[in-house]
């Protein structure tokens, strides 16, 4: 009966223990693909776990070792959710208050202490009402690929995006470098960051062209992390980031913005409720001053300059 009982305080004691050890945040691929759509950074997806082994007496005198899980050199992430609009880089691609549902994977692989290789893929569908007014489908198919290599709080990423657009017949091939830096300032942690990204084509009026060739996109932003309850379980992920276009979105008249593009902040509230599970409701604002055009593909006109929106996501990590 004894040993009966020490099993079962040895395990309600692991138990939160072992939840405190855990790290959670995104691979770089997923989270330069969530920067690249000017969503927030989905939060709450535990891609390592720390070693800790604990040797202690309970009050009854009895002793207890708590053996952690060892640090994995492999993580694989899984996602679902849905955005009130889908937003790209500052513009309304569906319009009309369409939304949109997704879904994404990806492995991680970290084959030396500093570095990771990530690959995935995300796929959203949705609808637009075309310049007819009648309903038509919206598909997006991306896969990426990226190197992360850390110096100390450094991380510096390097890597690739196909996007591909199966109802408009069309594609696009980008390479991006990101870098991003971690402060900690007690539980808190601040992160500027900033990636850069350039269009390889198609170009745009071949068969398959998006955009023009050579367009790009530069990205910088501040994100945070504050634990508010349960050990860091329930914490608040705002961020805030400044845009800028070279030839990537057009504008109402046919030219292609260039410059600023928009401004954009938000809030999440990542839940972590198990070890591998965790939801991410978030409201974000963005704020354009380029009469941003979401383009002929998709038929759906002007963004406005004030745009509201919101989400959720839920995460699965291995």
Same mark, same amino acid.
């Given at each position: *009966?004894?040993?009966?009982?020490? +099993?079962?305080?040895?395990?309600?004691?692991?138990?939160?223990?072992?939840?405190?050890?855990?790290?959670? $945040?995104?691979?770089?691929?997923?989270?330069?693909?969530? *920067?690249?759509?000017?969503?927030?950074?989905?939060?709450?997806?535990?891609?390592?776990?720390?070693?800790?082994?604990?040797?202690?007496?309970?009050?009854?005198?009895?002793?207890?070792?708590?053996?952690?899980?060892?640090?994995?050199?492999?993580?694989?992430?899984?996602?679902?959710?849905?955005?009130?609009?889908?937003? /790209?880089?500052?513009?309304? &691609?569906?319009?009309? $208050?369409?939304?949109?549902?997704?879904?994404?994977?990806?492995?991680?692989?970290?084959?030396?202490?500093?570095?990771?290789?990530?690959?995935? &893929?995300?796929?959203?569908?949705?609808?637009?009402?075309?310049?007819?007014?009648?309903?038509?489908?919206? @598909?997006?198919?991306?896969?990426?690929?990226?190197?992360?290599?850390?110096?100390?709080? +450094?991380? +510096?990423?390097?890597?690739?995006?196909?996007?591909?657009?199966?109802?408009?017949?069309?594609?696009?091939?980008?390479? /991006?470098?990101?870098?991003?830096?971690?402060?900690?300032?007690?539980?808190?942690?601040?992160?500027?960051?900033?990636?850069?990204?350039?269009?390889?084509?198609?170009? +745009?009026?071949?068969?398959?062209?998006?955009? !023009? @060739?050579?367009?790009?996109?530069?990205?910088?932003? &501040?994100?945070?992390?504050?634990?508010?309850?349960?050990?860091?379980? &329930?914490?608040?992920?705002?961020?805030?980031?400044?845009?800028?276009?070279?030839?990537?979105?057009?504008?109402?008249?046919?030219?292609?913005?260039?410059?600023?593009?928009?401004?954009?902040? $938000?809030?999440?509230?990542?839940?972590? /409720?198990?070890?591998? /599970?965790?939801?991410?409701?978030?409201?974000?604002?963005?704020?354009?001053?380029?009469?941003?055009?979401?383009? !002929?593909?998709?038929?759906?006109?002007?963004?406005?300059?004030?745009?509201?929106?919101?989400?959720?996501?839920?995460?699965?990590?291995?």
């Amino acid at each position: *009966m004894k040993n009966i009982i020490a +099993l079962i305080a040895s395990a309600l004691l692991a138990t939160p223990l072992a939840m405190a050890q855990v790290e959670t $945040g995104t691979s770089a691929g997923a989270e330069a693909l969530d *920067m690249a759509r000017s969503a927030p950074i989905s939060a709450g997806r535990t891609t390592s776990e720390t070693v800790t082994v604990t040797d202690y007496k309970t009050a009854s005198g009895k002793e207890v070792v708590v053996v952690e899980e060892e640090d994995k050199w492999w993580a694989v992430n899984a996602s679902t959710g849905w955005d009130s609009l889908y937003m /790209f880089r500052g513009v309304n &691609v569906l319009g009309n $208050g369409n939304g949109l549902y997704w879904l994404s994977a990806d492995l991680t692989v970290t084959p030396w202490e500093n570095g990771a290789l990530s690959a995935g &893929v995300w796929y959203g569908v949705g609808s637009y009402y075309n310049g007819a007014n009648t309903q038509a489908r919206y @598909g997006e198919l991306d896969l990426f690929a990226d190197y992360t290599h850390s110096f100390g709080n +450094l991380d +510096l990423t390097v890597g690739y995006i196909y996007y591909y657009y199966p109802q408009l017949f069309a594609s696009q091939n980008e390479i /991006f470098f990101g870098a991003a830096y971690n402060i900690e300032i007690g539980n808190i942690t601040i992160t500027p960051n900033t990636a850069y990204y350039y269009n390889l084509g198609p170009e +745009l009026g071949s068969p398959a062209g998006a955009v !023009p @060739g050579g367009s790009s996109w530069w990205q910088m932003g &501040v994100s945070a992390e504050v634990p508010v309850a349960y050990d860091g379980a &329930v914490s608040l992920a705002p961020y805030t980031q400044f845009g800028l276009s070279f030839n990537v979105n057009p504008e109402a008249d046919g030219t292609w913005a260039r410059g600023g593009n928009n401004w954009q902040t $938000g809030i999440a509230l990542p839940v972590q /409720f198990t070890s591998w /599970f965790s939801v991410s409701p978030y409201i974000a604002y963005s704020y354009q001053w380029q009469n941003l055009y979401a383009g !002929p593909g998709t038929g759906t006109g002007a963004t406005a300059v004030n745009t509201f929106w919101g989400g959720v996501s839920a995460n699965f990590s291995f």
